[in-house]
C-alpha cells in the first residue's frame, strides 16, 4: 500500500508492530539521507542508486554517534532498537507502508548480518584500560605497598 507521506509511512508502521517508536523511524530516515549525502560527495560514483543494507547500517552508525555519543545506547533502547536486526525490521515496515523502496535480493538477513551494538555504541567510549591493571584484570603490585 502506497502512502501519501513519510508521518503515515511511519503511523502505519507503529499501528503493526508498537515495540519500535516513531523517533527510531525519524532516525532511520535521517541516516538514510545522510548516507546518500555521503555518497553523492565520494569520489567513487556507486554503481546502483540502491542503498544496501551493509551502507545504511554503517551510515546509521556514523549518525548516531555522532549525534548521541556515549548515550547512544540509551536513545536506541528507548526507541526499541537493539540491534541491526531491529533496524532491518522497521526498514522493511517502511517499505510495506510504501515509504521505501527495495530490490528482490534485499533481505531481513542482509540487516542481521550487520554489527555488534556493543561493539560500535559502547565500547568506542569506554576508558582506556588503567596502567596500574595487568591485562588479566588483577591490580599490579605497587612497590610501596607489601602485604
Known amino acids: 500500500m502506497k502512502v501519501s507521506g513519510f508521518n503515515e509511512a511511519v ?5 503493526k508492530d508498537e515495540g519500535y517508536r516513531p523517533e527510531g523511524y525519524q532516525f532511520l530516515r535521517e ?6 549525502k555521503k555518497r553523492s560527495k565520494s569520489k567513487q ?8 543494507a551493509s551502507e ?9 554517534v555522532k549525534e548521541f555519543g556515549p548515550m547512544t545506547p540509551t536513545v536506541l533502547e528507548y526507541w526499541g532498537i537493539r540491534s541491526c536486526g531491529d ?4 526498514v522493511f515496515h517502511l517499505v510495506e507502508a510504501g515509504a ?8 531481513l538477513d542482509d540487516f542481521e548480518k550487520g554489527f555488534d551494538f556493543h561493539e560500535a555504541f559502547v565500547a568506542p567510549f569506554l576508558p582506556p584500560p588503567s596502567p596500574s591493571t595487568t591485562p588479566s584484570g ?7 605497598f607489601t602485604p
Open 87 to 90: 533496524i532491518g525490521k522497521m
Open 100 to 107: 521505501f523502496g527495495r530490490t528482490e535480493n534485499d533481505s
Open 31 to 36: 541516516s538514510l539521507e545522510a548516507t546518500l
Open 45 to 52: 560514483p556507486p554503481t546502483s542508486p540502491h542503498v544496501t
Open 138 to 144: 588483577a591490580v599490579a603490585q605497587s612497590p610501596l
Open 56 to 64: 545504511l547500517l554503517e551510515g546509521f552508525r556514523r549518525q548516531a
Open 11 to 15: 503511523a502505519m508502521a507503529v499501528a
